[in-house]
């Protein structure tokens, strides 16, 4: 896909609003010029918004279109290329019931399935969990939907996406990146916030906690390099997007030295079994190399992460 192409054509990014959406939109910004960012670039979220273009330093704003709107937009446009992350977390299923979750990312299943028969030919990237892994080979889903919902849906939506001819899926782990929503309740956001504040980060596992994360920059990156690949490459299974495993205490033992701040207090009994939530990382780290894309480190993605965070905490 050429510039001339994006110049006719659409690129529509779901879950507009999110993390990784977010990262999306600010990296496609940093790619393309502004004119034709803003005039070829469609986002797609739950409602009608707008936010602020996040590279271009400007008053720009992107408009947010409603969801529900992508097939008739699709009907009347043509459209090159979709990066789909939009589907709601796991924690809303306590605030609006596990029936309202499944028809809720049912519906966002259809309106994007129903954009890609009209544009078949389009490339499209979904950004997937790993948990679906979990259910690989599994038969009999929906007979398990109501043990981990998530999970579940996630691996029925990437069957449904790999059935396109040009489709990529990007299995997400634990993430770092500067557009982390609610960051207390993930454990880097958690520990950059106890370190900007000069507290003492506080683990209160019992038992050891083994990550894999990825940036979402990165990961951005590396889908947008593959959609503008006239010669992609074709992926017959997902990838995991990860480019380092870490114990969480040293994790946060590397926040607090960044910030210079009060230490860590962990008091895991080693004789338990880890809570592991783990991928194997070369393949996405090639992935990178091959579009000459090299990951960032575990101090960059450290302070990727607490750039939002700071206005957060102090503005």
Not at 48 to 69: A, G
Not at 134 to 153: Q, T
């Amino acid at each position: 896909m050429k510039f001339d192409d994006i110049n006719r054509n659409y690129i529509v990014v779901t879950g507009a609003t999110g993390w990784v959406g977010r990262t999306a939109l600010h990296e496609l910004q940093r790619t393309l010029p502004k004119d034709i960012f803003l005039n070829h670039v469609r986002a797609f979220a739950s409602k009608n918004s707008q936010i602020s273009t996040s590279f271009y330093n400007d008053n720009s704003q992107i408009l947010i279109y409603p969801l529900k709107e992508l097939p008739n937009f699709a009907r009347k446009n043509k459209l090159s290329a979709i990066f789909h992350s939009a589907f709601l977390r796991r924690e809303k299923i306590s605030s609006i019931g596990l029936i309202e979750y499944l028809n809720i990312n049912k519906e966002i299943n259809e309106m994007v399935t129903n954009a890609m028969k009209l544009w078949n030919d389009a490339k499209i990237v979904y950004i997937s969990s790993g948990v679906a892994r979990k259910y690989e080979n599994k038969r009999n889903l929906d007979s398990m939907i109501n043990s981990d919902p998530y999970g579940i849906l996630k691996i029925k939506d990437e069957v449904q996406i790999q059935k396109y001819r040009n489709s990529l899926v990007l299995r997400i782990y634990a993430l770092s990146g500067r557009f982390m929503n609610e960051p207390n309740i993930f454990a880097l956001g958690n520990f950059i916030i106890k370190a900007m504040q000069n507290e003492k980060i506080q683990i209160t596992s019992q038992t050891p906690v083994i990550r894999s994360y990825g940036n979402a920059s990165d990961i951005c990156k590396f889908a947008l390099s593959w959609l503008f690949d006239e010669n992609h490459i074709k992926f017959n299974s997902p990838i995991n997007a990860v480019s380092f495993t870490i114990e969480l205490d040293k994790l946060a033992q590397e926040v607090s030295n960044f910030f210079k701040s009060q230490g860590v207090v962990c008091n895991w009994d080693l004789r338990s079994k880890p809570n592991s939530y783990i991928a194997e990382i070369d393949t996405f780290i090639n992935s990178l190399k091959y579009y000459g894309l090299k990951p960032k480190s575990l101090i960059e993605q450290i302070k990727d992460s607490s750039i939002n965070i700071n206005k957060d905490i102090f503005c």
